[in-house]
Protein backbone atom coordinates (compact mmCIF):
# COMPACT_ATOMS: atom_id res chain seq x y z
CA UNK A 1 0.00 0.00 0.00
CA UNK A 2 1.25 3.14 -1.07
CA UNK A 3 2.50 5.59 2.14
CA UNK A 4 -0.01 7.99 1.31
CA UNK A 5 -2.99 5.72 1.99
CA UNK A 6 -1.45 4.00 4.71
CA UNK A 7 -0.92 7.89 6.61
CA UNK A 8 -4.60 8.30 5.43
CA UNK A 9 -5.97 4.94 7.05
CA UNK A 10 -3.98 5.38 10.15
CA UNK A 11 -4.82 9.05 11.25
CA UNK A 12 -8.74 8.05 10.39
CA UNK A 13 -8.50 5.82 12.92
CA UNK A 14 -7.09 7.80 15.26
CA UNK A 15 -9.85 9.97 14.68
CA UNK A 16 -6.92 13.15 14.13
CA UNK A 17 -8.67 15.65 11.62
CA UNK A 18 -5.88 16.65 8.95
CA UNK A 19 -5.28 20.26 11.07
CA UNK A 20 -3.59 17.92 13.96
CA UNK A 21 -1.72 15.35 11.79
CA UNK A 22 -0.32 18.41 9.87
CA UNK A 23 0.72 20.64 12.53
CA UNK A 24 3.80 22.48 12.82
CA UNK A 25 5.24 19.61 9.97
CA UNK A 26 3.28 20.92 6.64
CA UNK A 27 0.59 23.20 5.38
CA UNK A 28 -3.12 21.09 5.59
CA UNK A 29 -3.08 21.42 1.72
CA UNK A 30 0.42 19.49 1.20
CA UNK A 31 -0.92 16.63 3.70
CA UNK A 32 -4.04 16.18 1.72
CA UNK A 33 -1.84 15.98 -1.54
CA UNK A 34 0.45 13.45 0.53
CA UNK A 35 -2.94 11.40 1.41
CA UNK A 36 -3.97 11.73 -2.17
CA UNK A 37 -0.82 9.98 -3.36
CA UNK A 38 -0.46 13.03 -5.68
CA UNK A 39 3.00 14.24 -4.51
CA UNK A 40 6.31 12.50 -3.27
CA UNK A 41 7.05 13.85 0.17
CA UNK A 42 10.98 13.91 2.10
CA UNK A 43 11.51 10.77 4.01
CA UNK A 44 12.03 13.36 7.05
CA UNK A 45 8.43 14.84 6.81
CA UNK A 46 7.06 11.17 6.62
CA UNK A 47 8.96 10.33 9.38
CA UNK A 48 7.89 12.72 11.20
CA UNK A 49 4.19 12.48 10.31
CA UNK A 50 4.14 8.48 11.19
CA UNK A 51 6.00 9.39 14.42
CA UNK A 52 2.71 11.47 15.32
CA UNK A 53 0.56 9.01 14.34
CA UNK A 54 2.50 5.97 16.36
CA UNK A 55 3.49 4.00 13.41
CA UNK A 56 6.75 3.51 11.52
CA UNK A 57 7.39 4.04 8.12
CA UNK A 58 8.22 1.32 6.64
CA UNK A 59 5.65 -1.83 7.12
CA UNK A 60 6.50 -5.19 8.79
CA UNK A 61 4.33 -8.17 7.12
CA UNK A 62 2.55 -9.77 10.25
CA UNK A 63 2.04 -13.13 9.42
CA UNK A 64 1.35 -14.17 12.28
CA UNK A 65 -1.55 -11.51 13.25
CA UNK A 66 -2.73 -12.18 9.94
CA UNK A 67 -3.26 -15.96 10.89
CA UNK A 68 -4.64 -14.93 14.28
CA UNK A 69 -7.71 -12.69 12.42
CA UNK A 70 -8.26 -14.96 9.91
CA UNK A 71 -8.91 -17.58 12.53
CA UNK A 72 -11.02 -15.03 14.61
CA UNK A 73 -13.14 -14.79 11.52
CA UNK A 74 -13.26 -18.50 10.84
CA UNK A 75 -14.77 -18.70 14.43
CA UNK A 76 -17.40 -15.53 13.80
CA UNK A 77 -18.44 -17.32 10.64
CA UNK A 78 -19.14 -20.90 12.74
CA UNK A 79 -20.84 -18.73 15.56
CA UNK A 80 -18.40 -19.87 18.36
CA UNK A 81 -19.58 -16.71 20.08
CA UNK A 82 -17.76 -17.71 23.37
CA UNK A 83 -14.34 -17.92 21.66
CA UNK A 84 -14.70 -15.11 18.84
CA UNK A 85 -15.38 -13.04 22.37
CA UNK A 86 -12.69 -14.30 24.07
CA UNK A 87 -10.43 -13.83 21.30
CA UNK A 88 -11.82 -9.92 20.63
CA UNK A 89 -11.16 -9.29 24.58
CA UNK A 90 -7.87 -10.43 24.31
CA UNK A 91 -6.63 -8.95 21.02
CA UNK A 92 -8.55 -5.39 21.24
CA UNK A 93 -5.84 -4.64 24.02
CA UNK A 94 -2.71 -5.48 22.25
CA UNK A 95 -3.93 -4.05 18.45
CA UNK A 96 -0.95 -1.79 17.84
CA UNK A 97 -0.10 -2.90 14.09
CA UNK A 98 2.47 -1.17 11.56
CA UNK A 99 1.25 -3.33 8.85
CA UNK A 100 -2.13 -1.46 7.39
CA UNK A 101 -3.13 -4.77 6.13
CA UNK A 102 -3.64 -6.19 9.50
CA UNK A 103 -5.17 -3.03 10.55
CA UNK A 104 -7.07 -2.95 7.48
CA UNK A 105 -8.58 -6.51 8.10
CA UNK A 106 -8.71 -5.97 11.63
CA UNK A 107 -11.55 -3.18 11.17
CA UNK A 108 -12.98 -4.97 9.01
CA UNK A 109 -13.43 -7.95 10.89
CA UNK A 110 -14.55 -6.13 13.53
CA UNK A 111 -17.41 -4.78 11.88
CA UNK A 112 -18.72 -8.64 11.32
CA UNK A 113 -17.60 -9.30 14.96
CA UNK A 114 -20.06 -6.37 16.02
CA UNK A 115 -22.49 -7.68 13.46
CA UNK A 116 -22.44 -11.14 15.06
CA UNK A 117 -22.64 -9.65 18.10
CA UNK A 118 -25.75 -7.65 17.33
CA UNK A 119 -23.88 -4.28 18.42
CA UNK A 120 -25.50 -2.75 15.37
CA UNK A 121 -24.71 1.16 16.81
CA UNK A 122 -21.18 0.33 17.16
CA UNK A 123 -21.22 -1.54 13.56
CA UNK A 124 -22.81 1.47 12.22
CA UNK A 125 -20.25 3.71 13.02
CA UNK A 126 -17.62 1.34 11.95
CA UNK A 127 -19.31 1.34 8.39
CA UNK A 128 -18.73 5.20 8.59
CA UNK A 129 -15.03 5.13 9.28
CA UNK A 130 -14.88 2.34 6.44
CA UNK A 131 -16.25 4.51 3.99
CA UNK A 132 -13.80 7.33 4.62
CA UNK A 133 -10.73 5.20 3.48
CA UNK A 134 -12.71 2.32 1.17
CA UNK A 135 -10.76 3.46 -1.95
CA UNK A 136 -7.54 2.01 -0.78
CA UNK A 137 -9.03 -1.60 -0.09
CA UNK A 138 -7.58 -4.39 -2.47
CA UNK A 139 -10.22 -7.13 -3.70
CA UNK A 140 -10.46 -9.65 -1.07
CA UNK A 141 -11.15 -6.40 1.01
CA UNK A 142 -13.64 -5.05 -0.87
CA UNK A 143 -15.49 -8.52 -0.61
CA UNK A 144 -15.69 -8.57 3.01
CA UNK A 145 -17.00 -4.95 2.87
CA UNK A 146 -20.16 -6.09 0.73
CA UNK A 147 -20.42 -8.84 2.46
CA UNK A 148 -20.32 -7.44 5.67
CA UNK A 149 -22.49 -4.49 4.81
CA UNK A 150 -25.22 -6.77 3.24
CA UNK A 151 -25.64 -8.64 6.60
CA UNK A 152 -25.81 -5.29 8.26
CA UNK A 153 -28.60 -4.37 6.47
CA UNK A 154 -30.41 -7.71 6.21
CA UNK A 155 -30.31 -7.48 10.17
CA UNK A 156 -32.60 -4.19 9.38
CA UNK A 157 -35.03 -5.62 7.52
CA UNK A 158 -33.37 -4.07 4.70
CA UNK A 159 -33.41 -7.14 2.72
CA UNK A 160 -33.36 -5.69 -1.27
CA UNK A 161 -30.26 -3.07 0.40
CA UNK A 162 -29.13 -6.18 1.67
CA UNK A 163 -29.00 -8.35 -1.70
CA UNK A 164 -27.37 -5.66 -3.27
CA UNK A 165 -24.11 -5.77 -1.22
CA UNK A 166 -24.45 -9.43 -1.17
CA UNK A 167 -24.62 -9.52 -4.93
CA UNK A 168 -21.86 -7.39 -5.26
CA UNK A 169 -19.84 -10.01 -3.08
CA UNK A 170 -21.08 -12.55 -5.32
CA UNK A 171 -19.63 -10.73 -8.32
CA UNK A 172 -16.40 -10.50 -6.63
CA UNK A 173 -16.14 -14.08 -5.35
CA UNK A 174 -16.59 -15.00 -9.03
CA UNK A 175 -13.30 -13.12 -9.95
CA UNK A 176 -9.82 -14.59 -9.78
CA UNK A 177 -9.22 -14.03 -5.81
CA UNK A 178 -9.21 -17.56 -4.25
CA UNK A 179 -11.58 -17.81 -1.28
CA UNK A 180 -12.23 -20.94 0.80
CA UNK A 181 -14.77 -23.42 -0.23
CA UNK A 182 -16.72 -22.51 3.74
CA UNK A 183 -16.81 -18.75 3.02
CA UNK A 184 -18.42 -19.24 -0.50
CA UNK A 185 -20.67 -21.35 1.34
CA UNK A 186 -21.62 -18.58 4.26
CA UNK A 187 -22.32 -15.69 0.94
CA UNK A 188 -24.54 -18.31 -0.70
CA UNK A 189 -26.38 -18.94 2.52
CA UNK A 190 -27.58 -15.54 3.38
CA UNK A 191 -27.98 -14.48 -0.49
CA UNK A 192 -30.63 -17.60 -0.10
CA UNK A 193 -31.91 -16.19 3.11
CA UNK A 194 -32.26 -12.76 1.71
CA UNK A 195 -34.24 -14.26 -1.23
CA UNK A 196 -36.28 -16.17 1.18
CA UNK A 197 -37.30 -13.01 3.13
CA UNK A 198 -37.95 -11.11 -0.53
CA UNK A 199 -40.51 -13.99 -1.36
CA UNK A 200 -38.52 -15.09 -3.92
CA UNK A 201 -38.40 -19.12 -3.08
CA UNK A 202 -37.33 -20.32 -6.11
CA UNK A 203 -33.77 -18.28 -6.21
CA UNK A 204 -33.78 -18.96 -2.40
CA UNK A 205 -33.67 -22.86 -2.82
CA UNK A 206 -31.02 -22.47 -5.69
CA UNK A 207 -28.93 -20.55 -3.64
CA UNK A 208 -29.56 -22.63 -0.06
CA UNK A 209 -28.88 -26.17 -2.35
CA UNK A 210 -25.64 -24.57 -3.59
CA UNK A 211 -24.62 -23.82 0.04
CA UNK A 212 -25.87 -27.03 0.90
CA UNK A 213 -23.63 -29.03 -1.40
CA UNK A 214 -20.70 -27.45 0.05
CA UNK A 215 -21.11 -27.92 3.50
CA UNK A 216 -22.11 -31.59 2.95
CA UNK A 217 -18.50 -32.02 1.17
CA UNK A 218 -17.10 -30.22 4.47
CA UNK A 219 -18.79 -32.59 6.62
CA UNK A 220 -19.87 -29.37 8.33
CA UNK A 221 -23.44 -30.89 10.07
CA UNK A 222 -24.38 -27.95 11.57
CA UNK A 223 -24.15 -25.92 8.56
CA UNK A 224 -25.97 -28.20 6.65
CA UNK A 225 -28.76 -28.57 8.99
CA UNK A 226 -29.05 -24.69 8.63
CA UNK A 227 -29.12 -24.95 4.94
CA UNK A 228 -32.35 -27.55 5.65
CA UNK A 229 -33.97 -25.06 7.43
CA UNK A 230 -34.15 -22.53 5.26
CA UNK A 231 -35.26 -25.06 2.40
CA UNK A 232 -37.75 -26.18 5.06
CA UNK A 233 -38.76 -22.32 5.59
CA UNK A 234 -39.08 -21.70 1.23
CA UNK A 235 -40.91 -24.91 0.96
CA UNK A 236 -43.70 -24.49 3.92
CA UNK A 237 -44.21 -20.45 2.57
CA UNK A 238 -45.49 -22.36 -0.91
CA UNK A 239 -47.48 -25.22 1.05
CA UNK A 240 -45.06 -27.52 -0.16
CA UNK A 241 -45.71 -29.02 3.65
CA UNK A 242 -44.31 -32.41 3.32
CA UNK A 243 -41.03 -31.04 1.58
CA UNK A 244 -40.99 -28.62 4.09
CA UNK A 245 -41.49 -31.28 6.69
CA UNK A 246 -38.77 -34.23 5.24
CA UNK A 247 -35.93 -31.29 5.44
CA UNK A 248 -36.91 -30.23 8.90
CA UNK A 249 -36.79 -34.27 9.62
CA UNK A 250 -33.28 -34.24 8.18
CA UNK A 251 -32.08 -30.92 10.20
CA UNK A 252 -33.71 -33.14 13.48
CA UNK A 253 -31.82 -36.08 12.75
CA UNK A 254 -28.54 -33.78 12.53
CA UNK A 255 -29.36 -31.70 15.74
CA UNK A 256 -29.91 -34.62 18.09
CA UNK A 257 -26.65 -36.19 16.76
CA UNK A 258 -24.55 -32.96 17.60
CA UNK A 259 -26.83 -31.99 20.19
CA UNK A 260 -27.83 -28.61 19.31
CA UNK A 261 -30.30 -27.06 20.82
CA UNK A 262 -30.74 -24.04 19.33
CA UNK A 263 -31.02 -25.70 15.95
CA UNK A 264 -33.82 -28.13 17.85
CA UNK A 265 -35.48 -25.01 19.24
CA UNK A 266 -35.70 -23.68 15.44
CA UNK A 267 -36.71 -26.77 14.01
CA UNK A 268 -39.88 -27.66 16.44
CA UNK A 269 -40.69 -23.57 16.22
CA UNK A 270 -40.88 -24.18 11.86
CA UNK A 271 -43.12 -27.58 12.35
CA UNK A 272 -44.96 -25.40 14.68
CA UNK A 273 -45.79 -23.13 11.77
CA UNK A 274 -46.24 -25.88 9.39
CA UNK A 275 -48.81 -27.30 11.81
CA UNK A 276 -50.79 -24.11 11.91
CA UNK A 277 -50.87 -23.65 8.35
CA UNK A 278 -52.43 -26.71 7.91
CA UNK A 279 -54.99 -25.60 11.23
CA UNK A 280 -53.71 -28.40 13.50
CA UNK A 281 -53.54 -25.76 16.50
CA UNK A 282 -52.95 -28.96 19.29
CA UNK A 283 -50.11 -30.18 17.23
CA UNK A 284 -48.67 -26.47 16.56
CA UNK A 285 -48.71 -25.73 20.23
CA UNK A 286 -46.93 -29.19 21.27
CA UNK A 287 -44.38 -27.89 18.66
CA UNK A 288 -43.84 -24.35 20.11
CA UNK A 289 -43.43 -25.64 23.44
CA UNK A 290 -40.41 -28.40 22.65
CA UNK A 291 -39.35 -25.35 20.62
CA UNK A 292 -39.13 -23.02 24.03
CA UNK A 293 -37.76 -25.56 25.88
CA UNK A 294 -34.76 -25.59 23.87
CA UNK A 295 -34.19 -22.02 23.97
CA UNK A 296 -31.67 -20.23 26.43
CA UNK A 297 -32.14 -16.94 28.20
CA UNK A 298 -30.11 -15.58 25.29
CA UNK A 299 -32.18 -16.91 22.33
CA UNK A 300 -34.18 -13.84 23.16
CA UNK A 301 -35.89 -13.06 19.67
CA UNK A 302 -36.19 -16.71 19.30
CA UNK A 303 -38.08 -17.20 22.39
CA UNK A 304 -40.57 -13.84 21.49
CA UNK A 305 -41.05 -15.55 18.35
CA UNK A 306 -42.64 -18.75 19.62
CA UNK A 307 -44.38 -16.60 22.53
CA UNK A 308 -45.94 -14.88 19.53
CA UNK A 309 -47.07 -18.42 17.98
CA UNK A 310 -48.55 -19.94 21.09
CA UNK A 311 -51.06 -16.62 21.77
CA UNK A 312 -52.01 -16.64 18.41
CA UNK A 313 -52.73 -20.44 18.87
CA UNK A 314 -54.46 -20.20 21.95
CA UNK A 315 -56.21 -17.44 20.62
CA UNK A 316 -57.97 -19.30 17.58
CA UNK A 317 -58.64 -22.02 20.16
CA UNK A 318 -60.72 -19.83 22.11
CA UNK A 319 -58.87 -20.12 24.99
CA UNK A 320 -58.44 -16.38 26.20
CA UNK A 321 -56.90 -16.85 29.51
CA UNK A 322 -53.85 -18.80 28.47
CA UNK A 323 -53.13 -16.69 25.50
CA UNK A 324 -53.26 -13.61 27.90
CA UNK A 325 -50.59 -15.25 29.89
CA UNK A 326 -48.25 -15.82 27.97
CA UNK A 327 -49.38 -12.24 26.35
CA UNK A 328 -47.74 -10.94 29.65
CA UNK A 329 -44.98 -13.77 29.71
CA UNK A 330 -43.83 -11.81 25.85
CA UNK A 331 -44.20 -8.38 27.30
CA UNK A 332 -42.23 -9.13 30.53
CA UNK A 333 -39.63 -10.28 28.04
CA UNK A 334 -39.64 -7.67 25.91
CA UNK A 335 -39.32 -4.86 28.58
CA UNK A 336 -36.35 -6.75 30.26
CA UNK A 337 -34.75 -6.48 27.35
CA UNK A 338 -35.15 -3.23 26.50
CA UNK A 339 -31.34 -2.45 24.95
CA UNK A 340 -32.17 -5.44 22.11
CA UNK A 341 -34.06 -4.38 19.00
CA UNK A 342 -37.40 -5.68 19.96
CA UNK A 343 -39.99 -3.28 18.12
CA UNK A 344 -41.46 -5.43 15.82
CA UNK A 345 -42.45 -8.21 18.89
CA UNK A 346 -43.65 -4.81 21.02
CA UNK A 347 -46.18 -4.23 17.99
CA UNK A 348 -47.50 -7.99 17.91
CA UNK A 349 -47.90 -8.26 21.60
CA UNK A 350 -49.77 -4.70 21.76
CA UNK A 351 -51.83 -5.67 19.01
CA UNK A 352 -53.28 -8.52 21.31
CA UNK A 353 -53.12 -5.50 24.14
CA UNK A 354 -55.46 -3.62 21.95
CA UNK A 355 -57.47 -6.88 20.80
CA UNK A 356 -58.09 -8.36 24.40
CA UNK A 357 -58.42 -4.50 26.60
CA UNK A 358 -59.60 -2.01 24.18
CA UNK A 359 -60.65 -3.29 20.81
CA UNK A 360 -62.61 0.02 19.64
CA UNK A 361 -59.10 1.41 19.28
CA UNK A 362 -57.62 -2.02 17.58
CA UNK A 363 -58.18 -0.17 14.10
CA UNK A 364 -56.50 2.69 14.92
CA UNK A 365 -53.88 1.07 16.11
CA UNK A 366 -53.15 -0.95 13.86
CA UNK A 367 -53.19 1.87 11.02
CA UNK A 368 -51.34 4.67 12.94
CA UNK A 369 -49.29 2.14 14.63
CA UNK A 370 -48.74 -1.41 12.92
CA UNK A 371 -48.13 -0.63 9.40
CA UNK A 372 -46.41 2.44 9.63
CA UNK A 373 -43.68 0.44 11.62
CA UNK A 374 -43.81 -2.86 9.02
CA UNK A 375 -43.99 -0.23 5.93
CA UNK A 376 -40.81 1.18 7.21
CA UNK A 377 -39.03 -2.47 6.81
CA UNK A 378 -39.29 -5.25 4.28
CA UNK A 379 -41.50 -7.25 6.37
CA UNK A 380 -44.45 -8.11 3.47
CA UNK A 381 -45.32 -10.98 5.45
CA UNK A 382 -46.44 -8.73 8.47
CA UNK A 383 -47.74 -5.69 6.41
CA UNK A 384 -49.93 -8.66 4.48
CA UNK A 385 -50.63 -9.93 8.08
CA UNK A 386 -52.22 -6.57 9.58
CA UNK A 387 -53.56 -5.41 6.44
CA UNK A 388 -55.66 -8.81 6.44
CA UNK A 389 -56.58 -7.97 10.06
CA UNK A 390 -57.71 -4.63 9.07
CA UNK A 391 -59.82 -5.42 6.23
CA UNK A 392 -61.46 -8.12 8.46
CA UNK A 393 -62.06 -6.03 11.00
CA UNK A 394 -63.49 -3.07 8.88
CA UNK A 395 -65.91 -5.51 6.71
CA UNK A 396 -67.27 -6.72 10.15
CA UNK A 397 -68.07 -3.09 11.18
CA UNK A 398 -69.70 -2.80 7.55
CA UNK A 399 -66.69 -0.29 6.10
CA UNK A 400 -66.91 -2.30 2.96
CA UNK A 401 -64.72 -0.15 0.69
CA UNK A 402 -61.52 0.72 3.37
CA UNK A 403 -62.28 -3.24 3.75
CA UNK A 404 -61.77 -4.23 0.30
CA UNK A 405 -58.60 -1.40 0.19
CA UNK A 406 -56.95 -3.25 2.80
CA UNK A 407 -58.04 -7.01 1.83
CA UNK A 408 -56.74 -6.15 -1.71
CA UNK A 409 -53.74 -4.58 -0.12
CA UNK A 410 -52.79 -8.03 1.58
CA UNK A 411 -53.38 -10.04 -1.59
CA UNK A 412 -51.47 -8.28 -3.66
CA UNK A 413 -48.34 -8.25 -0.86
CA UNK A 414 -49.14 -12.32 -0.62
CA UNK A 415 -48.50 -12.78 -4.29
CA UNK A 416 -45.48 -10.96 -4.11
CA UNK A 417 -44.01 -13.21 -1.48
CA UNK A 418 -45.46 -16.42 -3.37
CA UNK A 419 -48.31 -17.21 -1.23
CA UNK A 420 -51.04 -16.86 -3.22
CA UNK A 421 -50.27 -18.90 -6.57
CA UNK A 422 -51.60 -16.82 -9.81
CA UNK A 423 -53.42 -18.80 -11.67
CA UNK A 424 -54.80 -18.72 -15.46
Not at 34 to 62: H, Y
Amino acid sequence: MEIGSRIRFFRIQKNMTQEELADKIISISYLSKIENNQTSASIEVLEMLCDRLGIKLIEDEEYTILKELNDWYYKIIHKKKDEAVKFYESFEKKTNSNDSRVAILYVLYELRYFIFTRQLDKAEEHINKINLFKDILDTKMNYYYEKFVGHFHYLLNRFSVSLKYFKESERILGGSIHFESWEQADLFYYIGLVYNRLGKLALSIVYIQKALSIYQSLYDLKRSAECQILLGISYEKIDEFELAEENYRLAHKVAEGINDSHLLGMIYHNLGIVMSKQEKALEAIEHYKKSLQFKTDQMIVGKLRTIQGLIEEYYNLGNIEKSQELLKQGKSLVEKNKELNLREYEIHFMYYDYLYYDSDNLAKFIEKEALPYFEGTEHLIQIASYAEKLGKYYYENHKYKLASHYLSKAVTLLKKQGHINIRS
